[in-house]
């Protein structure tokens, strides 16, 4: 799994579309938007040396959750790497709720770990 991706889509040998969910990088993603500057910071920040101001997209767990959603709607496995990371009931609710969408599609849903 290549290390910044959520998401990996591959073909299974014998079946469909798969898709590699990644808690640890759902996780980050998650406390990096709720880290980001506010717009009264991006605001005020001086340019120097002709940087341009700070921008940011910040995207709620449930804005994430829900474009995840899309995204796996052709698939039939999902393989939810690294599980220990979904710290809060937010982020377990919406993997539960991804998880139960595939399954109610006839898909399969298998939890691992990474070799890390």
Sequence with gaps: MRRRDV???RIAPAGG???DLSCRQLYLR???AQCGASEEDA???EQWMGEPPLVREHETPEQLISSLRLKLQECRVLRVVDAEWLSTAELRDGVDALADAVR???GEVLFERSDR
């Design 43 to 45: 605001n005020a920040h």
């Design 7 to 9: 998401l990996l889509f």
């Design 17 to 19: 579309p798969v898709a």
């Design 30 to 32: 998650t406390v990096d």
């Design 104 to 106: 109610a599609r006839g």
